[in-house]
């Protein structure tokens, strides 16, 4: 069975394994570095070390990494919300290897994480898109799930611009 086939309401997603998945993880990751931000695999196995959540699909298409508000993060775009709210989960990266897209994939990742931060008692998840250089695709998926803007920041010496998102749980 292909990954065409799989219906993505019965996708299963797994913690993440280094073993298994860093190889193709980090490639995913750099594939769309210009979105997520690039980083080698010693900052990507940091990075999953102090997430709350890295879930994977078990066909080794997608990819989710989800921080909590005590978790030891320097994000410029998670202290935005850290300064701002007392309890929340912040999606940091989502990809999707390109074969598997507009299969539902993404969106059934985001439910996985929306049952785990309900059980964990978040009020939201909260997350940014790029507003400069845009990134429409993501943002009209991000409202399609129920995702409002909250604020927007400036980044990277003003190389970049960001809209701040929230979904109520």
């Known amino acids: 069975m292909s990954h065409r086939d799989t219906d993505p309401s019965t996708a299963c997603f797994r913690p993440f394994d280094p073993q298994r998945d ?7 990751n750099q594939a769309n570095g210009d979105k997520l931000s690039f980083l080698s695999t010693e900052e990507l ?9 890295a879930r994977v699909s078990d ?5 989710l990494i989800a921080f909590e508000e005590t978790d030891l993060y320097d994000s410029q775009n998670f202290k ?13 990266r989502i990809a999707v290897d390109p074969r598997a897209q507009g299969q539902g994939v993404a969106r059934s990742l985001y439910e996985d994480l929306f049952s785990f931060s309900k059980r ?3 009020p939201f998840i909260g997350c940014e898109v ?17 995702f409002e803007q909250i604020g927007s920041a400036v ?6 611009s960001v809209s701040y998102l929230a979904r109520a749980l």
Not at 45 to 53: G, P, R
Not at 130 to 146: E, I, K, V, Y
């Open 22 to 28: 860093l190889q193709w993880v980090h490639a995913l």
């Open 45 to 53: 196995l940091e990075l999953i070390a102090s997430a709350s959540y």
């Open 59 to 63: 066909d080794c298409m997608a990819f």
């Open 80 to 92: 935005w919300f850290r300064h701002r709210y007392a309890s929340f989960t912040y999606v940091d």
């Open 120 to 122: 964990r008692h978040k």
């Open 130 to 146: 790029n507003s400069d250089p845009p990134n429409p695709a993501s943002m009209a998926f991000h409202r399609s799930l129920g």
């Open 155 to 160: 980044i990277s010496q003003g190389q970049k």
